[in-house]
């Protein structure tokens, strides 16, 4: 089993920055492949961002390429998300995720541990 805790979350300003964080207990993460989803209000949970478990692959949502980037510290058990150019309709709650095969991609079947979510409101 997989822990997972999501962190930074909070409110900014359109333009603005924040920078998630995700610990991981109960195994390593170094084989597995992690995202970040994020859930807007009367929308579907969606992809964000994804790693693979080695690092060396990424994948972005076209929304937020450029802005966004995801990276992991395998030997801390971490996983971030750097937000940066933050508009309002990145409002939404931010999942961190993680799956067995160690891809970069999945739809949210695809992913067996989740975390609870953190809260991130960007105002116009």
């Known amino acids: 089993q997989v822990q997972l805790v999501e962190s930074g979350g909070g409110l900014v300003q359109a333009g603005g920055s924040l920078r998630l964080s995700c610990a991981a207990s109960g195994r390593t993460l170094k084989t597995l492949g992690m995202a970040w989803f994020r859930r807007a209000p009367g929308k579907e949970r969606e992809f964000v961002a994804g790693?693979?478990?080695?690092?060396?692959?990424?994948s972005y949502a076209s929304s937020v390429r450029g802005r966004f980037t995801i990276s992991r510290d395998n030997a801390r058990n971490t996983l971030t998300l750097q937000m940066s150019s933050l508009k309002p309709e990145d409002t939404a709650v931010y999942y961190c995720?993680?799956?067995?095969?160690?891809?970069?991609?999945?739809?949210?079947?695809?992913?067996?541990?989740w975390g609870q979510g953190t809260q991130v409101t960007v105002s116009s």
């Open positions: 790693i693979r478990w080695s690092g060396g692959g990424t």
């Open positions: 995720a993680a799956e067995l095969r160690g891809l970069e991609y999945g739809t949210p079947n695809d992913y067996d541990y």
